[in-house]
């Protein structure tokens, strides 16, 4: 399942188009839950209902606000699926990221994976790459100090996000952070 989350103050066309990356993946998700979290406006409504034509698409309401961990552990609990991949609603994946992880998954005796992103600055057309360590003794070293994954490529066990104890509640600002650290202790 890829879960992704949606708020009134996200792009509907920003939304779109990470929707689309993950529709056009080239192992696509038999699953994608949509988690809204809180009321939306008109356009983002539209957006998504537009969206609902694409099958095994699901769609979860909260009623107010309550952050994008809350919402992400929504989508995930909703889900049907052993694996599931976390997308941010302004984020476009590689069209070969749910392949690759998955391989990584079912292969590695792993729990988690991660992937390196770049970010992009439309007005100064320049680009950062935030690559992140590769192994377990590095992760758990840089998570003293910093956030060691990109939380917005995660793939994952449900089993083992449920082991972990899943998204803090009541923390709205380091909830992916709070997330990888359950992961590697």
Known sequence: SAIITVYHRDSPQFFEQS???????????????????????????????????FKNVNTIRSDKNSGSGLARHQGIMSSKNEIIAIMDSDDISHKSRFQKQISMLRNEDISVVGANIEEF?????????????????????????????????????????IDSGGYPSGNKYFEDYELITRFIT
């Open 19 to 53: 929707f689309m990356s993950i529709v056009n993946q080239t192992t696509p998700p038999d699953e994608i839950v949509i988690s809204i979290d809180g009321i939306l406006n008109k356009e983002l409504d539209d957006k998504i209902k537009e969206l609902q034509k």
């Open 121 to 161: 600055n439309d007005l100064r057309n320049d680009k950062i790459k935030r690559e992140m360590p590769e192994f377990h003794c590095d992760i758990k070293r840089i998570s003293k100090w910093r956030n060691p994954m990109n939380g917005a490529t995660l793939m994952f066990y449900k089993k083992a996000y």
